[in-house]
């Protein structure tokens, strides 16, 4: 149980960083420059920037923001939940 756990949360992880990847190519798109070694340090920098730039088309903040912050909490919860759970 304890390695289902803790897999999930590395794939939690990992969709995570496909997630911001793919709002940075969306911005990209929009004309805004980025770069990798700036999301890795501060990955809220572009957060806020693609929800500026899809509030500025649409009124809403894009999916993508919900989708990555939903993963983040994914990860945490399944990266405690297999620490918690006894051998």
Do not use: C, H
Not at 22 to 47: C, E, H, Q, S, W
């Amino acid at each position: 149980m304890r390695n289902a756990l803790l897999g999930s949360a590395l794939l939690a992880v990992l969709t995570n960083v496909v997630i911001l990847i793919m709002i940075m190519a969306a911005l990209d798109r929009r004309g805004i420059k980025t770069n990798m070694l700036v999301a890795r340090i501060y990955p809220f920098k572009y957060l806020s920037a693609y929800k500026e730039t899809t509030q500025k088309e649409t009124g809403k903040p894009g999916r993508l923001r919900g989708l990555w912050m939903l993963t983040i909490f994914l990860t945490l919860a399944f990266a405690l939940a297999g620490l918690l759970v006894p051998r």
